[in-house]
């Protein structure tokens, strides 16, 4: 690279891609950690992951609003989605970004465009592995509430589905809710 400020474009986007993809290992392996405590119901280790999983998501989001927003100005067209708040921010955006940073990495000597090419292949294979464990375990979690809910029809067909609370109630049963035993 001959330009300065390209060299510094160069080192801040390259910075960036290396941290998230460190970050999204860093989540898989918390992530490995929430599906280990459920799976042997170990809730305190559960909310320690599910909190440093938090932390590490609002890292990678902050960096994946600063990736993008590397292309902002060169995108052609209508504001990239997934600028808003969180809940706006998906793996579909590198459907987004990809073309822009092909059409940045082309204009690039050839090793320093093979060297980030690689280093984004890797950031999104990071993404993959991350989506598709959470998809993995999601997958788990809902057979097991279909055999949860299959087995007490089975054992209380008056039940038909529903479950009491302590006074006699009928509660409202869904996945949203977790009770956690607090006593040892």
Sequence with gaps: MTDNCDDLQYEK?????????ELLKQAVCIQK????????????????????????SLKIEALEKERLSFFHDTYQGAEPQGMGDASDLNFQEIKYDTGNFYAWAASLPVQEREFISACYRDLKMEAAKFRFAGIAFRTYLNEMDSVTRA??????????????????????ADMRRMVLDKQV
């Design 13 to 21: 986007r390259l910075s960036v891609l290396k941290s998230q993809t």
């Design 33 to 56: 950690t929430v599906q280990m405590a459920v799976y042997e119901k170990k809730w305190t280790d559960f909310e320690f992951a599910i909190r440093a999983l938090e932390a590490v």
């Design 151 to 172: 087995f007490l029809d089975a054992v209380f067909p008056e039940r038909r589905g529903k479950l009491y609370g302590r006074r006699g109630a009928i509660k409202n």
